[in-house]
């Protein structure tokens, strides 16, 4: 329900922000790149930026409505930080020490460099939420401890499905305030 999957059975769901979702499976086939995973990953960040754009335009024509759809666009692109997410998914990339070669075949990764890719892009992408089922799954030990450091370091709310004990223990004690 929280990544929009399932409706719920009564009342509703409602989120403030953008979620960064990783399943278990990651949705590529043989055929893409290391490239397409970036750009899936970043979709909705790369809307941002379009999406000002045609606020602005209707500011600009006074049409009904145009404040509003504006802040909100602005709002978003700067809770993001839309233009920079390239330049973020590249450090992310480097800290989990993952493949950054966008033309490389997907098919040519091991399931451990994938996950790290999609972890970078997710830490990079800047999203109010993470959801991430199982991200330990594939990965060294090592690199467990890169990505709880980079989970620590990051601003978004996580919301983390796993059964790695280390994981959990040291996880489980974060806290966070919204102020």
Do not use: K, Y
Not at 157 to 177: K, M, P
């Amino acid at each position: 329900m929280l990544a929009g999957d399932l409706s719920p059975d009564r009342g509703d769901v409602r989120r403030a922000g953008s979620l960064g979702v990783a399943d278990q499976q990651i949705p590529l086939n043989a055929t893409d790149t290391v490239g397409d995973l970036i750009d899936l990953e970043l979709a909705s960040v790369r809307t941002a930026p379009a999406d000002l754009e045609r606020a602005t335009e209707a500011l600009a024509e006074d049409r009904p409505g145009a404040n509003d759809a504006f802040a909100a666009a602005l709002a978003q692109a700067e809770a993001l930080d839309a233009w920079d997410a390239d330049r973020r998914v590249e450090i992310s990339l480097a800290a989990l020490n993952a493949v950054d070669d966008r033309t490389r075949p997907f098919s040519t990764l091991s399931v451990g460099q994938r996950h790290r890719v999609r972890l970078a892009c997710l830490l990079g992408a800047r999203h109010a939420v993470l959801l991430l089922d199982e991200p330990t799954n594939h990965l060294s030990a090592t690199l467990v401890d890169e990505l709880t450091d980079a989970l620590a370091a990051t601003p978004a709310a996580v919301l983390i499905v796993t059964h790695d004990r280390q994981l959990l223990r040291d996880t489980a004690s974060w806290q966070r305030l919204a102020l």
